[in-house]
T-cell receptor
Framework: EPEVTQTPSHQVTQMGQEVILRCVPISNHLYFYWYRQILGQKVEFLVSFYNNEISEKSEIFDDQFSVERPDGSNFTLKIRSTKLEDSAMYFC????????????FGPGTRLTVL | EDQVTQSPEALRLQEGESSSLNCSYT??????LFWYRQDPGKGPEFLFTLYSAGEEKEKERLKATLTKKESFLHITAPKPEDSATYLCAVQIYNQGGKLIFGQGTELSVKP
């Protein structure tokens, strides 16, 4: 099972502030999926990312969100102006192939917006 | 609309008391059905993938089965360490590989 690390493990921010969540995979991961889970609710797909481009995004992934691979290894999810309802666990799940590979989830970042 | 429904929402068992969790789905073009285990505050931990009706997979006390409309996760003689939330997710053809999750079943096993 691939190892994935996510940083920070917990982020507390004020409403309206920008946050950057990071995901660091082991090698050979080409596709990235980001999901979020609001406390007590189901895991929801946010966006998939391949070759420095967004492959697919959900309705949740609006203009406040962006993803990128800034340095060739880390993957980041940025929320430009956080809202109270962005409080959730955010998980990344890298895979080697688009649809035929199992998604192993990272430990998550808990985002708390005050 | 593609939907995944899990039942029951919560299940309390005594240690050794076998039971089953259900995941029913209504999707267009199922590519695969996935079972994950999630402990509080942690990321989902992969358990099984099932691809076609009739397929079964086992891991220790867990066995997953798949029909054309639902999947079952059978837990045989559970132990307290099996306590967790069990998540079912589906992947649909030509939708980029994203997973659509059910709400989960929270399992509690008492000694």
């Amino acid at each position: 099972e691939p190892e994935v690390t996510q940083t920070p493990s917990h982020q507390v921010t004020q409403m309206g502030q920008e946050v950057i969540l990071r995901c660091v995979p082991i090698s050979n991961h080409l596709y990235f999926y980001w999901y979020r889970q609001i406390l007590g609710q189901k895991v929801e797909f946010l966006v998939s990312f391949y070759n420095n481009e967004i492959s697919e995004k959900s309705e949740i992934f609006d203009d406040q969100f962006s993803v990128e691979r800034p340095d060739g290894s880390n993957f980041t999810l940025k929320i430009r102006s956080t809202k109270l309802e962005d409080s959730a666990m955010y998980f990344c799940a890298p895979t080697r192939y688009r649809e035929v590979d199992t998604q192993y989830f990272g430990p998550g970042t808990r985002l708390t917006v005050l | 609309e593609d939907q995944v429904t899990q039942s029951p929402e919560a299940l309390r068992l005594q240690e050794g008391e076998s039971s089953s969790l259900n995941c029913s789905y209504t999707v267009s073009g199922l590519r695969g059905l996935f079972w994950y285990r999630q402990d509080p505050g942690k990321g989902p931990e992969f358990l099984f993938t099932l691809y076609s009706a009739g397929e079964e997979k086992e891991k220790e006390r867990l066995k997953a089965t798949l029909t054309k409309k639902e999947s079952f996760l059978h837990i045989t003689a559970p132990k307290p360490e099996d306590s967790a939330t069990y998540l079912c997710a589906v992947q649909i053809y030509n939708q980029g590989g994203k997973l659509i999750f059910g709400q989960g079943t929270e399992l509690s096993v008492k000694p």
